[in-house]
């Protein structure tokens, strides 16, 4: 199985400052023939299910607020919060799905400081 | 507008069968490239991958729930059911099912809390 590693467990961000999230995979989660990676982000909020913010990496999902942004590649990726909003308070998860099972992250918990 | 929705028992007993039934709408499982996953999360925890059916009938499974797993379809009824047998009191979490254009999630549904307990 890739093991999906984020850090930081825990992160506190002043509001409109910027939040970085860090996921490390045990194995390249690039796919040499598309040159794509095989790594997404989904947020979180209390009592509700995950909703996806970034696939393929980088790519951003229809609806989600620009200031969010993914990046990163073979076994290293980031998610970024440019300005924190209030709203943004959740617990953030990635995900790799080059090959199964597609292992989640343990969650990093994103408040407010 | 894609909608899923979980329906099954609250609460197992252990070593009984836990049987779930994802239900959809807006799309359809007979469309190359879809498919439907199952995704639980322990109270307080993180999340766990646990299987997908593709519109090829194509199964993947958790490894370490392999032995316990089967997920099926019924296209014309817009349903996938998971079944998971010999359930344990660590099987407690909520059971998300969850559509997929390709492995990652797009749209979830709101889960349903199963508790094995005696």
């Known amino acids: 199985d890739i093991v999906m590693t984020q850090s930081p467990d825990s992160l506190a961000v002043s509001l409109g400052e910027r939040a970085t999230i860090n996921c490390k995979s045990s194995?390249?989660?690039?796919?040499?023939?598309?040159?794509?990676?095989?790594l997404a982000w989904y947020q979180q909020k209390p009592g509700q299910p995950p909703k996806l913010l970034i696939y393929w990496a980088s790519t951003r999902e229809s609806g989600v607020p620009d200031r969010f942004s993914g990046s990163g590649s073979g076994t290293d990726f980031t998610l970024t919060v440019s300005s924190l909003q209030a709203e943004d308070v959740a617990i953030y998860y990635c995900?790799?799905?080059?090959?199964?099972?597609?292992?989640f992250g343990q969650g990093t918990k994103l408040e407010i400081k | 507008q894609i909608t899923l929705k979980e329906s099954g028992p609250t609460l197992v007993k252990p070593t009984q069968t836990l049987t779930l039934t994802c239900t959809f709408s807006g799309f359809s499982l007979s469309t190359s490239g879809l498919g439907v996953g199952w995704i639980r999360q322990p109270p307080g925890k993180a999340l766990e991958w646990v299987a997908l059916?593709?519109?090829?009938?194509?199964?993947f499974y958790s490894p370490s729930l392999k032995s316990r797993l089967t997920v099926t379809k019924d296209t014309s009824k817009n349903q996938v059911v998971l079944t998971m047998t010999n359930m344990d009191p660590v099987d407690t979490a909520t059971y998300y099912c969850a559509h997929t254009p390709f492995r990652y999630f797009t749209y979830w549904g709101q889960g349903t809390l199963v508790t094995v307990s005696s």
């Open positions: 194995q390249s989660v690039l796919y040499s023939s598309n040159n794509m990676n095989y």
């Open positions: 059916i593709n519109w090829n009938d194509d199964n």
């Open positions: 995900q790799q799905y080059l090959s199964s099972p597609h292992t």
